[in-house]
Every structure is written in C-alpha cells, then in structure tokens.
Nanobody, 121 residues
Framework: QVQLVESGGGLVQSGGSLRLSCAAS????????MGWYRQAPGKERELVAR???????NYEDSVKGRFTISRDNAKNTVYLQMTSLKPEDTAVYYC???????????????WGQGTQVTVSS
C-alpha cells in the first residue's frame, strides 16, 4: 500500500507565499509523474502543476510564473512553492502520484488527503 501525506497548507494574505510538501511512503518501486491538483468549493478538481520523473513540468495557465513544482526522488517527495498568492487560489490542494509498487506490478494512481490553502484579500 502507498500513502501520500501533504503538509504546508494554511491561511495567508494576498501576495504571500506558501510551500506545500507531499511525501509518498509504503511499498514503492518507482514513481513516474507527481502532481498537485486543487478543488475550490462548487468547482471541479483541476490540475495545478505536474512533474515527470525526468523533471519535465507543466502548469495550469493561471499559476504560471507564480508556482513552482519540484521533486526529491530520494525522498519520494514533491513540493509546490506558491508565491504571489491570490484569493482565487483558495482551495483544497491534493497531491497525486503514479506509482509502481513492485517491479512486476502495474502503475497505480494515488491521491493524498488534501490540504487547505486559504488566501485572504
């Protein structure tokens, strides 16, 4: 079994910064892409940023230039550095990872429990 545990959410004023972390633990042979999604009240969950095992990144248009995704493969951890935060960034942020628990297994997708980010105006 694989668990994703997020941390780093909280309340911040508009223009402020936060850094989210997500550590994967359990039976892990390999992790391909890792990413961050968010879901605001009344809205669908959307991709914020994603990073491949080769450090290729892609971002949702509204966060380009403000958010940076990175990963530490030795720690099975993905980060999301968020700067110049806006009230519209307020949402629950979820970590996502594509994991191969064993050499012989198929790829499986996992989600974290979510961490609240609230940006006040």
């Amino acid at each position: 079994q694989v668990q994703l545990v997020e941390s780093g959410g909280g309340l911040v004023q508009s223009g402020g910064s936060l850094r989210l972390s997500c550590a994967a633990s359990g039976t892990i042979f390999s992790i391909s892409h890792m990413g961050w999604y968010r879901q605001a009240p009344g809205k669908e969950r959307e991709l914020v940023a994603r990073i491949t095992s080769g450090d290729i990144t892609n971002y949702e248009d509204s966060v380009k230039g403000r958010f940076t995704i990175s990963r530490d493969n030795a720690k099975n951890t993905v980060y999301l550095q968020m700067t110049s935060l806006k009230p519209e960034d307020t949402a629950v942020y979820y970590c996502n990872a594509n994991v191969k628990p064993a050499d012989w297994s198929t790829w499986r997708n996992y989600w974290g429990q979510g961490t609240q980010v609230t940006v006040s105006s």
